[in-house]
């Protein structure tokens, strides 16, 4: 998978966002728009709290890795 970039338009209140792949998701990578412009990476913002989720298409729902981002899932 290459290093493309998306950009992902988030509401007032509780959003989801995930990678549609089936690879390793480098979260170190996310960054997160503040109303004012300012760019910075997820694990150092405070707009979002930081889980790990990965589908369990078994269970048709969702497992939580981690209550705070990894550098890598």
């Known amino acids: 998978m290459d290093d493309a970039q ?3 338009a988030l509401g007032q209140g509780w ?4 990678s549609p792949y089936d690879a390793d ?3 170190e990578g996310i ?3 503040d109303q ?3 760019d910075t990476p997820i ?3 405070n707009l979002v709290r ?3 989720c990965v ?3 078994f269970a048709r729902s969702y497992k939580l890795l981690s209550p705070i981002l990894p550098t890598r899932m």
């Open 6 to 8: 998306s950009v992902v």
């Open 15 to 18: 959003n989801q966002v995930g």
């Open 25 to 27: 998701c480098q979260f």
């Open 31 to 33: 960054m997160v728009r």
């Open 36 to 38: 004012l412009g300012t």
């Open 43 to 45: 694990t150092a913002s």
């Open 50 to 52: 930081k889980y790990g």
């Open 55 to 57: 589908m369990d298409g």
